[in-house]
């Protein structure tokens, strides 16, 4: 009897090796290597999408590019205006569409309620949720559609066969790790499970032109669970994030063939599924009648998006021996790296001090122009002055506590004036660049500046 065929893949990076390693040469993790069965012995491999049995290959023939007809691709627009900004103007025809997060931060909701909204065919296929289930689940977000048909399976094959039947316009798959095809041995979630059925949709997205959204869950560590390989094979990768304990939720693209991969979406999950921010910047500022010590308001841009988002520091006395650094949505070295300036360079003493940040919301910045509001929010709280309600920041600081101008500030300008800010701190040398309607423009060269502004 013949072998079956055995691969030892790295299920950190997908690498793979004829025998045991313990430590993967490609990505350098120790023990990760596991052993798969990737072909069966007995069986030959079944394909699992064919699109009719005499279907030959297509021959394909270099052409000239310019004699190519270019066209708009065709997309099919949701009624979900986030989700189609995140897209690139909705969901690209033939597309294969990764969505990943952490499990339960709504990514079945959303494409449950994608679905349920959209008037074409969909068919939603859940290997983790019973037909009951999904009932329940449609019901508490309450879209009632003719359109829209779920299927609890697990098996590629057997998937096929129902989209075969039904020829759904949109086929959307809960979770690629549930899935598993006859022709592997390996058990569901393994990295050939998931490779292989990856692969068998990609071709059936393809060749049929239907649109297909791939559902993917995260590693502890932010990675979409199984290998880069995934993220390679197909055309976008969004990726779902927020804090399960708070209500927004963002969906940001990680990359794109059909569009800008810096776009984001927000949501807010209430008692009703996801609902759509279209208004980000006002909701994220919570209540500005009174200001408290340590609170700043950045202008911030997200994606090519500017936003007006809340960030707060508190100070305080450290108790113990070495001062607690903590940091929610903001890089912890970079606040590290603002304490280290705000110490040297304007001789506040923090070295002895606990300093906490928090982004409202749950929001993760990563735009290096909300280091003066977090430095602003920073000194006010080691002060205990409140800022003035309505001064808005933006700025990147520099190793020697100089404040640098960033992208797209006119757009953030433009946003805090919306707003009703009435003044802003900016880089000096942007002003002249600015053209604001009302809002007061505050050009400082440094922190000491900025520093000297607020406080005196
Ligand atoms: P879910 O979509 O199941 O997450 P994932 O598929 O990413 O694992 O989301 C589950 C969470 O969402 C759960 O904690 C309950 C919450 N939720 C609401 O708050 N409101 C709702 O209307 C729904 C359907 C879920
Ligand atoms: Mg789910």
């Known amino acids: 009897m013949a072998k079956s065929k055995t691969v030892y893949f790295c299920q950190n990076c997908g690498a793979s090796s004829s025998k045991w390693i313990g430590n993967c040469p490609s990505c350098k993790q120790w023990n990760t290597y596991v052993e798969e069965v990737v072909e069966k012995s007995s069986t030959q491999h079944i394909p699992a999408w064919v699109e009719s049995k005499d279907s030959k290959p297509v021959k394909a023939e270099p052409k000239l590019i310019s004699k190519l007809n270019s066209g708009p691709e065709h997309r099919i627009v949701t009624s979900d205006a986030e989700l189609n900004r995140v897209l690139g103007g909705g969901v690209v025809l033939g597309s294969l569409v990764l969505i990943g997060g952490e499990p339960g931060i709504g990514k079945s909701t959303l494409m449950l309620q994608t679905a349920l909204k959209l008037d074409h065919k969909v068919l939603y296929v859940s290997g983790e949720e019973s037909e009951n289930q999904l009932k329940m689940r449609a019901d508490r977000v309450g879209i009632q559609n003719e359109a829209c048909y779920i299927l609890s399976a697990t098996e590629i094959q057997e998937i096929f066969k129902q989209v075969k039947k039904l020829k759904p316009a949109i086929l959307v798959i809960d ?38 959204f791939l559902i993917g869950h995260i590693t502890k560590d932010g990675q979409i ?177 100089e404040v640098r101008p960033t992208a797209r500030m006119d757009q953030r300008v433009a946003e805090a004036e919306k707003l009703g800010f009435e003044e802003i701190l900016v880089h000096s040398s942007s002003i002249k660049n600015l053209k604001p309607k009302t809002i007061k423009l505050i050009g400082v060269k440094n922190i000491m500046e900025a520093a000297e502004y607020l406080f005196g």
């Open 225 to 401: 669970a199984g290998p880069k390989v995934l993220e390679h094979m197909v055309d976008t990768v969004l990726q779902f994030e927020g804090d399960r304990h708070h209500v927004y939720r963002i969906l940001r693209a990680v990359k794109n063939r059909f569009g800008s991969a810096s776009e984001m979406g927000i949501y807010e999950m209430d008692g009703h599924g996801l609902r759509e921010v279209s208004n980000p910047s006002e909701v994220l500022i919570s209540n500005r009648d009174q200001m408290l010590s340590g609170i700043s308001i950045t202008a911030a841009v997200e994606g090519v998006r500017p936003l007006m988002i809340e960030t707060q520091a508190l100070v305080s006395t450290a108790v113990y021996g070495t001062p607690q650094r903590n940091s929610n949505g903001y890089d912890l070295r970079r606040l590290n790296m603002l304490l280290a300036v705000l110490e040297k360079r304007c001789g506040f003493k923090l070295g002895s001090q606990d300093v906490f940040v928090n982004i409202a919301g749950g929001l993760k910045l990563d735009d290096p122009g909300t280091d003066l509001g977090i430095a602003a929010a920073i000194l006010s709280s080691y002060e205990n002055i409140p800022l003035p309600t309505f001064t808005a920041f933006v700025g990147e600081i520099g190793l020697s506590g």
């Open 175 to 212: 979770s690629v790790q549930t899935l598993f095809s006859r022709s592997i041995e390996s058990t569901p979630g393994s990295i050939s499970q998931i490779r292989e059925c990856t692969g068998q949709l990609l071709r059936f997205a393809k060749e049929s032109n239907t649109p297909v």
